[in-house]
């Protein structure tokens, strides 16, 4: 089977039916969500503006059965609904008691009336969130943590505004604001909109499984990854609803829409878009239509850069659609291109999810995208007859992102017959295993550049089980480790680093071993390596600041000055708060309308 094989017309987070029960089981004598067992939601298909024949647009969403108390609050999320000068309310969503069915409701007819439903509010966001969280769980094949193992909170009202909306790492936390809209005499609740929840809760995601890619160390091209990521996972899944896919294309080419002539402008004409057309005085991010700015990598705004991927994955999207529309039959109905279209968009969502698996646990770059996305589809998909990683290689060569010729894709060729030499269980559950493959393989140690005289960080080691297009089971231990410490300015310069300050430098990697124990792949990130730290100093020393980030330190002019300042994550806060705290000056949300 190849990348382009037909799957069903499931939403990309869950499957298409509720799995079947054990013969002779009653459903109401178990535990369901032991059982893999799924309930439809319904939500709106983008937003509360893009209306059907009878009401909204809508679509129904998947989601694994759980235990939903009052508020509603799950193992993984604590919603709360809480309208300016209104105390939080505390809504049911489901039975108390198994099989713990969430009762599906249908959003009001009238725009006015779903604008004040608080329990369908509610209802969305939770739908939105726990598909988009078993969206990357089903993809990667293990499960995601975060917030430190506890529960992710969201806001679904809260009283900040539409700018200050976003998710607050260090507080767990994601605030929807509102905003004024001409359509609609009352504010509008972000959260009504699939896209930014999906947006937010994909941070979430990332943040927890990648925790310095946005850390006080983190450069701008790690924010614009998290934000490049989050943005496709967003427009892909509302892409991923075919009948909303109709409902643009028709809007677009209007009664004059010509099925024989579609080409990859037209497809990529306003098709994909974040907010539901909230934004009127321009789009929230840049149209797919135009180039990618000249100079994006130097972009200091990581939405801005981040954006320029964006563009590139969706021409991705954009010509793969076509080649399926050049297949006989491909063009002889709407149906049939709206279907191809949002099975294409599942389908390149999956090969992103799938490289945060195949990328390093810092300094992750625009080339190691590239090289995790085509690693981790090989390794998946290992027939590719309809070139969807040809696709991939060219439209980010449009973009100047390049790899070397030739290119080791799995990083182990000059790591041969490097095996684990004991027990597979111990390697797949305790990290300390890791620390002592790395130790008896010199020739590792040596690759990553590894301080001997310091500690490392095995920041995961976890097992994953993915199923590929053909019923391919790719079984598989993936592990990261880190190490970073604090060069003095003597050390740094006895290093090779030209610095007047004290620096801190980091590195690390990606391993993975297949089922046999034998290393398969490996991304490294070099740690006792000059020229890479320098780079990276240079790049943070001549960094514009961005306008809404503290201001430059000055200069350092003693040995204990503080090196040169690096961006942070929108959103950093210092303590977790029980309810929404109030947003002060100097936190920055994630999202930028």
Not at 202 to 220: C, F, L, M, Q
Not at 379 to 399: M, Q
Request: proline content about 10%.
């Amino acid at each position: 089977m190849t990348n382009g094989a037909e799957t069903n017309g499931a939403e990309p987070n869950c499957s298409e039916l509720p799995a079947a029960e054990p013969p002779g089981t009653d459903p109401g004598s178990g535990n369901p969500a032991h059982s893999g067992q799924q309930v439809g939601l319904t939500v709106l298909a983008e937003g509360p503006f893009t209306r059907g024949p009878d009401g909204p647009l809508t679509t129904t969403l998947r989601v694994p059965v759980e235990r939903i108390g009052p508020g509603p609050r799950s193992a993984r999320f604590d919603v709360i609904v809480r309208r300016p000068g209104e105390k939080p309310f505390s809504l049911e969503l489901g039975s108390p008691t198994p099989p713990w069915m969430v009762v599906d409701e249908r959003p009001p007819d009238s725009l006015a009336a779903l604008l004040q439903d608080s329990r369908f509010l509610a209802q969305q966001v939770y739908a939105v969130a726990a598909s988009t969280l078993a969206l990357f769980e089903s993809t990667l094949g293990r499960r995601m943590g975060w917030v430190g193992g506890g529960r992710l909170t969201i806001s679904a009202y809260d009283r900040v505004s539409y700018r200050e909306s976003g998710y607050y790492r260090d507080d767990g936390l994601i605030r929807f604001g509102h905003k004024r809209d001409g359509r609609a005499q009352k504010a509008v609740p972000l959260a009504l909109f699939r896209d930014l929840v999906a947006h937010e809760v994909t941070h979430a995601i990332v943040d927890g499984y990648r925790p310095k890619w946005a850390d006080s160390h983190a450069e701008t091209d790690q924010l614009a990854l998290h934000e490049a990521i989050a943005d496709l996972v967003a427009l892909l899944s509302v892409f991923s609803t075919q009948t909303l896919v109709e409902q643009l294309l028709t809007q677009n080419g209007e009664a004059s829409l010509d099925l024989d002539t579609l080409d990859e402008n037209l497809l990529r004409s306003d098709l994909f878009r974040l907010g539901d057309g909230m934004f009127t005085r321009g789009s929230a991010r840049p149209s797919l239509a135009e180039d990618p700015h000249p100079n994006w990598r130097t972009l200091s705004d990581p939405h801005l850069r981040g954006g320029a991927i964006v563009q590139v994955l969706l021409r991705v999207v954009a010509r793969l659609w076509i080649t399926r529309l050049d297949a006989p039959g491909g063009r002889s109905s709407l149906f049939q291109v709206a279907r191809a279209g949002a099975s294409v968009g599942r389908q390149v969502l999956s090969m992103l999810i799938r490289s945060l698996g195949y990328m390093p646990p810092v300094d992750v770059t625009w080339e190691d995208l590239l090289r995790g996305i085509l690693a981790a589809d090989r390794t998946v998909v290992p027939d590719d007859d309809l070139d969807y990683r040809g696709v991939v290689v060219t439209a980010f060569a449009e973009a100047g992102i390049v790899l070397p010729t030739p290119t080791d894709l799995y990083g182990v060729s000059t790591f041969t017959g490097l095996r684990y030499p004991v027990r597979l269980a111990a390697l797949g559950s305790d990290p300390e295993e890791i620390v002592r493959f790395l130790w008896e393989n010199p020739t590792l140690l040596a690759a990553a550049k590894i301080d001997p005289t310091r500690p490392i960080v095995v920041e995961r080691v976890r097992p994953t089980l993915r199923v590929g297009p053909d019923g391919f089971v790719v079984s598989e231990i993936g592990s990261t480790f880190t190490q970073g410490f604090q060069l003095s300015t003597a050390e740094a310069r006895r290093f090779g680093l030209t610095t007047r300050a004290p620096v801190f430098i980091r590195g690390g990697g990606q391993l993975r071993f297949d089922e046999g124990g034998r290393l398969s792949f490996a991304a490294l990130k070099p740690i006792l390596d000059p020229e890479r730290q320098q780079a990276k100093l240079d790049a943070a020393i001549q960094a514009p600041h961005p306008v809404d980030a503290a201001p430059p330190a000055a200069p350092p002019v003693a040995p204990r000055a503080a090196p040169p300042p690096v961006p942070v994550l929108p959103g950093a806060t210092r303590r977790i708060a029980a309810a929404p705290p109030e947003v002060s000056a100097h936190r920055r949300p994630t999202f930028h309308p």
